[in-house]
């Protein structure tokens, strides 16, 4: 999985959460996940937890527009609706997401619920790892059809989701990363599809 095609898909893939299990830490969780999809912009960092680097930046700005920044030289991608825009060396290249690629339907309480049936949710001690007093969460669902180990840290203050942290294996590859998540709601964040 290419390095800002593995940023979107754990991004979004990191929201299945919350199910019928322990039912006060999942619906503590599902109504802060509640909250995060509501959100009408966020900026987040991802980070290799095995190399302790910064992988990608990335911005969202309600409904449908992501904006993916590698860390180095990769390209910047813009996702606006079901199209993904990528400049190589100045020539922006317009494409059709796959079918399959759907980013909104982790922004859909509704597919979200689906996804979340059935995962044992358990409340673990307090931290301020994520920069601010933060409840954690954990659980493990089945995200790329194998096991993935998540620990969410929600915001005391905001009852946001501040910083996910996700290990596991898509395909052949194994992965630990973590994303912290800030600005939500920030009207400073935009973006817009190339001219």
């Known amino acids: 999985m290419k390095p800002t095609a593995a940023a979107l898909a754990f991004l979004l893939g990191s929201l299945a959460f919350a199910g019928p299990v322990h039912a006060d830490a999942s619906a503590d969780l599902k109504a802060a996940y ?12 991802m980070t290799d937890l095995d ?9 969202f700005v309600a409904p449908d527009r992501y ?16 199209t993904m825009h ?8 317009a494409i059709p997401l796959p079918a399959k690629a759907d980013p909104s339907q982790y922004r859909n309480q509704k597919a979200l619920d689906e996804l979340a049936a059935g ?8 931290s301020t790892e994520a920069g601010e007093p933060a409840r954690v969460y954990h659980f493990i669902s089945n995200t790329y059809g194998k096991p993935v180990e998540t620990l969410t840290f929600v ?7 501040i910083q996910i942290q996700s290990s596991g294996s898509a395909g052949k590859d194994k992965f630990r990363y973590q994303i912290r998540y800030s600005h939500f709601n920030d009207p400073a964040i935009v973006i817009n599809a190339p001219k």
Do not use: C, H, W, Y
């Open 34 to 45: 509640g909250k995060f999809i509501q959100a009408t912009s966020f900026r987040a960092t």
């Open 51 to 59: 190399t302790g680097k910064e992988v990608n930046q990335i911005e």
């Open 67 to 82: 904006a993916i920044t590698p860390t180095g030289t990769g390209m910047r991608q813009l996702i606006i609706g079901r």
């Open 86 to 93: 990528m400049d190589r060396g100045g020539r922006t290249m």
């Open 119 to 126: 995962i044992a949710v358990t409340q673990r001690d307090d």
């Open 155 to 161: 915001s005391k203050a905001s009852g946001l989701p």
